[in-house]
């Protein structure tokens, strides 16, 4: 894990005695417990909180792995009641799904660093060029061409693919630098990389949210998702076996039930929000569900 610069504002401290900057970071209070935090997040959450400690008693802010969403939202869960703690999500651009979390001294982040800056936010981007048309490659083909020139997958972030002319691949500094060297093909096709600015990155358009009804013989999740991406059931259902279709970022069977509070996520086309699920006097499903961009 590479420590992010530190925070220009801090530099006045640094002549403090190191008695004192022991003392106050031994001050920042532990967490009694990790309940509630689901299992398959525990190892990402008590990873953040060490990291957010090591930050702490430096006096630097510093950079978790990347986080999938639920594993992100629970480990600033576990920051909240923790005086003096903080931490802002940052994947390379606003509403990214897989992010960093930067974690540090609460007037260290409320400095307002410059995130956008890979030396402080801890972000990078790669434009990976190439011509798709006649083998169009996927997010997923992306990711595995990626892991396959020998990076984790925790170093690696979104991936935004563009049609048929390639993708941006979201990283950390010293991953987006070996995928610039080291990737030349994604699928059959010869790709082009290069390390660009993440204000250079063409992002999709936003979309505004809009609200899905529909009902259903069952809560399965191809029978929500197909309903509220608007796509053939069975192209869901294929979607979910590839894993590009999840329910709350994990790979489930096509037969999963979806309840209320649930997010499906569909690759390149965004996720839904499922606001309402309830049973109809003729035993059919009213499904309410958000859907966002």
């Known amino acids: 894990m590479l420590p992010l610069r530190r925070v220009a504002s801090l530099a006045s401290r640094r002549s403090t005695a190191a008695p004192a900057r022991r003392a106050a970071a031994s001050a920042v209070p532990r967490p009694p417990s990790l309940a509630g935090v689901p299992a398959d997040a525990r190892d990402d959450v008590i990873r953040a909180l060490e990291i957010a400690d090591r930050a702490a008693a430096t006096w630097t802010l510093q950079a978790t792995p990347f986080l999938k969403p639920p594993a992100a939202a629970a480990a600033l869960a576990a920051l909240a009641p923790l005086a003096g703690l903080a931490g802002v999500p940052w994947g390379g651009y606003a509403g990214a799904e897989r992010c960093r979390l930067i ?79 080291s990737l030349d093909r994604v699928r059959t096709v010869r790709v082009r990389c290069a390390v660009v600015a993440l204000e250079s990155v063409a992002l999709p358009a936003v979309k505004p949210a809009t609200t899905v009804r529909t009902v259903e013989a069952s809560t399965r999740l191809d029978a929500v998702a197909a309903a509220a991406f608007r796509m053939p059931r069975a192209k869901v259902a294929d979607g979910v076996r590839r894993g590009d279709v999840r329910l709350n970022w994990r790979e489930a069977k096509p037969s999963a039930a979806v309840a209320a509070g649930d997010v499906i996520s569909v690759a390149g086309k965004g996720r839904a929000e499922v606001v309402a699920v309830e049973e109809t006097k003729k035993g059919r499903w009213a499904i309410e569900a958000v859907r966002l961009a």
């Not at 169009?136 to 984790?152: E, I, Y």
């Open 103 to 181: 974690v540090g001294r609460e007037e260290d982040l409320a400095s307002s660093p410059d995130l956008a800056d890979p030396a402080v936010g801890g972000v990078a981007a790669v434009a990976v060029a190439g011509t798709f048309a006649f083998d169009a490659a996927t997010h997923r083909d992306f990711l595995g061409a990626v892991l396959n020139t020998g990076l984790d997958r925790r170093v690696v972030g979104d991936i935004l693919v563009a049609a048929d002319a390639g993708a941006t691949i979201f990283s950390t500094p010293d991953a987006a630098a070996h995928i610039a060297a």
